[in-house]
């Protein structure tokens, strides 16, 4: 039971390349999240997904897309990366789509757009 | 919009003392609250949640906080430092009863243990 897992774990881009994140889990929850923490400002949520089939935007969606591919697959991808973008992402999944359902969360991928 | 405070982005406690981190929200109507921890290159993980009934919560690793609706604060405690908790600590809130479970953080508190 692999819980969480992200790949890759550390990429660097230039400003204007594209790239995807890949998440998965093995759970078979429902719901998935994806996340950026940048210092001093905690995580904040891009998109998420409630269940199969639906995505939503979450505080910072701007310059990314989300693909919730199936049951176990969540991808996150940026078209024309910035440095802004520079951060450390995180996939999340939680069984159900309410706070009363922990999230559990991924390694992280380090992010640089230079 | 809900918003959370941690007071103080990093702490220092020696081996044995006491740990108190500071987590204040904003909102009128308690949240559900939660308590991460992150070690260095992982991902977090859950160290307890308030989302109803007890005002004083127990987690993993003999941590605990209690809720206080009257200063809108869930502070984080544990008796007694272990090196074993050197990691950063973030605070959460999500709205009760609100569509997803969109959690809203605040900035993180790092702490170190001196031996």
């Known amino acids: 039971n692999a819980g969480v897992t992200q790949t890759p774990k550390f990429q660097v881009l230039k400003t204007g390349q594209s790239m995807t994140l890949q998440c998965a889990q093995d759970m078979n929850h429902n719901s998935m999240y994806w996340y950026r923490q940048d210092p001093g400002m905690g995580l904040r949520l891009i998109y998420y997904?409630?269940?199969?089939?639906?995505?939503d935007k979450g505080e910072v969606p701007n310059g990314y897309n989300v693909s919730r591919l199936n049951k176990r697959e969540f991808s996150l991808r940026l078209e024309s990366a910035a440095p802004s973008q520079t951060s450390v992402y995180f996939c999340?999944?939680?069984?159900?789509?309410?706070?009363?359902?922990?999230?559990?969360f991924g390694p992280g991928t380090r992010l640089t757009v230079t | 919009a809900q918003s959370v405070t941690q007071l103080g982005s990093h702490v220092s406690v020696s081996e044995g003392a006491l740990v108190l981190l500071r987590c204040n929200y904003s909102s009128s109507v308690p949240p559900y609250l939660f308590w991460y921890v992150q070690y260095p290159n992982q991902g977090l993980q859950l160290l307890l949640k308030y989302t109803s009934a007890a005002t004083l919560v127990k987690g993993i690793n003999g941590f605990e906080a209690e809720f206080k609706k009257s200063e809108t604060s869930f502070h984080l405690t544990k008796p007694s430092a272990h090196m074993s908790d050197a990691a950063e600590y973030f605070c959460a809130v999500s709205d009760r009863g609100a569509a997803g479970n969109k959690l809203t953080f605040g900035g993180g508190t790092r702490v170190l243990v001196k031996p």
């Open positions: 999340a999944s939680s069984e159900g789509g309410t706070a009363l359902y922990e999230q559990y």
């Open positions: 997904s409630a269940s199969e089939g639906t995505t």
